[in-house]
């Protein structure tokens, strides 16, 4: 390595949690340095220690967590262990930029995204006016390639797909150009046609200001394009170091090697013929009003159409794949069709109609129709244990004969999503973003539906539990018949686990078919260049 400019030394980060079970250790002696104009990775599993490990950098821990004494930060050459609240807030949006994993719980639900990035410029720039504020927003917006950010800047966070909020996110942590960049899975919920977007923009603000960044992620197709050094972690210690090229050329430890070997992989086995449709949709619409009417004006409301009348059939024990990029509809087409919110249309489940249900009317169909949403920390309580969050369900219909078998119950959901009985007594935020999506899994399996909308369901895990997350769907659909609505931008996993695709465009529908044919040999060009997108980030 060339001479460079040390900007971040981390020693023996050791963190552990109170919990009620007693002390949980969840990082143990973990250093690397960064320096400027860096990208460094910290790679590994689900819950292998990354995020808390960039955490303790910013100090922003759960209360629940116990740093080690002898964990020091350096920054700039600084000692950062005695640094209390106050001399952090100067650090954090100015020294420091964070990139959070999830971007719904990161974001104020009640103020505008310009009025969020807003206050981070504000914070460390009292002299600029309103409208230089205004104008720097709107410009980071434009980068960020958000479209009408004209629009976009007096929009709130729940106006905004998944993808979008991320890159309103990263807007957030470049606004003041900070010494430090870390970015905990920046690409998480964006399309492949934005994430090489995104992670080209992010590299060349990186050059144009020297900034070192911390990137944590599981998808090491990114890590090899964009890092110079990789961290590889397991188990809450670092097992392997070394430069990003040398790492995958030849890796030396047995958990690398297995890491660098995982991918999704097969087809998804033929649906019988005989079996019958369970679920469909025809002409099904979604609109928003974007601008009230006014009677005395004689002004008309204005409306966005979300999706413009679209026809879709599933079979029994079939997996249907939404695929497109953020913004085009999937997810407001599959909350449609679970009259989680109000669409024009017609709906059908097992020969019942669900256009003319209401809240009330539909509850009892719930326990057969589940789902699991893309940002999993905004479904579960905060105030639950993961026991009470997966029998929260069971209780309210009736499944399982007393408390002992429903204790199993959740504790055979939650091993079949990968997770140890321990984690019953847990709370969602003592997990990593990859675990609490299995807690999620978990829930929705335990009520033993027939159907289950899988809205991004393995965007936060890495790709060796994605293995395991498709291989567990597999066999619960081969078990119990079970049908699936697949809402995904990893069209490497919809390839694995997807019998046919629906490919989605501002809310129009593209091309449908069997998944083979279609990625194969699509048949319109904005098949082909998602296809194209998404196996050139993976080559």
Known sequence: MNEQTLLVNAENIQVDFRTEGGIAQAVRDVSFKIYKGQTVALVGESGSGKSISARVLMKLLPKSAIVGKDTRITLHGEDMSQYDEQDMRKIRGKKIGMIFQEPMTSLNPIYTVGDQIGEIIREHNRAMSKQEIREQVLSLLTEMQLPDPEKRIDQYPHQMSGGQRQRVMIAMALANKPDLLIADEPTTALDVTVQAEILNLLKRLQEKFHMGVLLITHDLTIV?????????????????????????????????????????????????????????????????????????????????????????????????????????????????????????????????????????????????????????????????????????????????????????????????????????????????????QRIAIAKAIAMEPEFILLDEPTSALDLSVQNQIIQLLRQLQQKHNLSYLFISHDLRVVRALCHRIMVMRHGDLVEMGDTVTVMDDPKEEYTRRLIRAAFEVAA
Request: net charge neutral; no cysteine.
């Open 224 to 436: 090899r394009k964009y890092a110079d050094w990789v961290y590889v972690m397991q188990h809450g210690k670092v097992v392997e170091n070394n430069e990003t090229e040398n790492l995958f050329t030849t890796p030396t430890h047995a958990y690398t090697q297995h890491l660098l070997n995982s991918e999704p992989k097969g087809t998804a086995p033929a649906v019988p013929a005989e079996n019958p449709v369970i679920l469909e949709g025809k002409n099904v619409q979604v609109s928003f009003v974007t601008e009230p009417g006014n009677w005395w004006l004689r002004r008309p409301e204005k409306r966005f159409k979300a999706v413009k009348g679209l026809d879709l059939t599933l079979r029994r024990g079939e997996t249907l794949g939404i695929v497109g990029e953020s913004g085009s509809g999937k997810t407001t087409l599959g909350h449609a069709i679970l009259r989680l919110i109000e669409s024009e249309g017609e709906m059908i489940y097992d020969g019942i109609t669900l256009h003319d249900r209401d809240r009330k009317a539909m509850r009892p169909l719930r326990k057969r129709m589940q789902i699991v949403f893309q940002d999993p920390f905004s479904s579960l309580n905060p105030r639950m244990t993961v026991r009470q969050i997966i029998q929260e369900g069971m209780i309210i219909n009736n499944i399982g004969t007393d408390d002992a078998d429903r204790e199993q119950r959740a504790i055979q959901a939650l091993q079949e999503s990968g997770l140890a009985p321990f984690a019953l007594d847990r709370f969602p935020h003592e997990f990593s973003g990859g675990q609490r």
